[in-house]
């Protein structure tokens, strides 16, 4: 079965130092990776997704994540953090045995100090 | 063009009470999710339609709890006899692609469901 590990609750960086949210899962089988956002009072929103080939993806809003099969991470990161990337991030996984369904952690808050 | 919507926002129930939640699709999406999110944690799945076919359903908590889209696009979750712990946030979610693991999951914005 598929779980989800995110190290940290909450990660606080200062605006324009960079953002690292870590992501670890397990899975028997070649996974599909994917990293939500989500606002207060907001549904989740995708800021990128690993499927197949490439391992660095790129995201919306700046952001990237590398999948490491070595090390079964799919860590998110930002160079430089902005005031309205606080949020919570989740990061997910599915396989395509399960139809799709996500497995998620539990989330880091991530909070920018000016 | 429209996402995926949920009504109503917030819900509060007496223990007891029975409540229906409805999740509307991005139109064309044969593809839909609910998830319960209770406080400080992430979204855990409860069940899976195809069209009109509830497929997975191993994650409804209890025999309390149903859903249903009888005509492929509406779903209700609906649950009966609420009790507390079944205080959450109520996700819908929609894709495009039948089986497609790797395909995007567009989310409401949830309802909030308070049970006193």
């Known amino acids: 079965a598929q779980s989800v590990t995110q190290l940290g609750s909450h990660v606080s960086v200062s605006e324009g130092a960079l953002v690292l949210l870590r992501c670890n899962y397990s899975?028997?089988?070649?996974?599909?990776l994917f990293w939500y956002v989500q606002y207060p009072n907001q549904g989740l929103q995708l800021l990128l997704k690993?499927?197949?080939?490439?391992?660095l993806v790129k995201g919306i809003n700046g952001f990237e994540a590398e999948f490491k099969k070595s090390e079964t991470s799919f860590h998110l990161t930002k160079p430089s953090a902005h005031m309205s990337d606080a949020a919570e991030y989740f990061c997910?996984?599915?396989?395509?045995?399960?139809?799709?369904?996500?497995?998620f952690g539990r989330g880091t808050q991530l909070t920018v100090w000016p | 063009g429209a996402g995926v919507s949920q009504s109503p926002r917030y819900k509060v129930a007496k223990r007891g009470q029975d409540v229906a939640l409805r999740c509307d699709p991005i139109?064309?999406?044969?593809?839909l999710f609910w998830y319960q999110q209770a406080l400080g944690q992430g979204p855990e799945f409860l069940t899976y339609?195809?069209?009109?076919?509830?497929?997975?359903k191993s994650g409804l908590p209890s025999d309390r709890f149903f859903a249903e889209r009888p005509e492929g696009s509406v779903s209700t979750l609906k649950i009966q006899r609420t009790q507390q712990e079944d205080s959450a946030v109520y996700l819908c979610?929609?894709?495009?692609?039948?089986?497609?693991?790797?395909?995007?999951?567009?989310f409401g914005p949830g309802t909030r469901l308070t049970v006193t």
């Open positions: 997910a996984v599915s396989e395509s045995s399960t139809l799709g369904r996500l497995y």
């Open positions: 690993y499927t197949t080939g490439a391992t």
């Open positions: 899975s028997s089988v070649p996974p599909y």
């Open positions: 979610a929609s894709s495009l692609d039948t089986l497609g693991a790797g395909d995007e999951q567009y």
């Open positions: 139109s064309g999406h044969v593809s």
């Open positions: 339609f195809q069209n009109e076919a509830q497929l997975d």
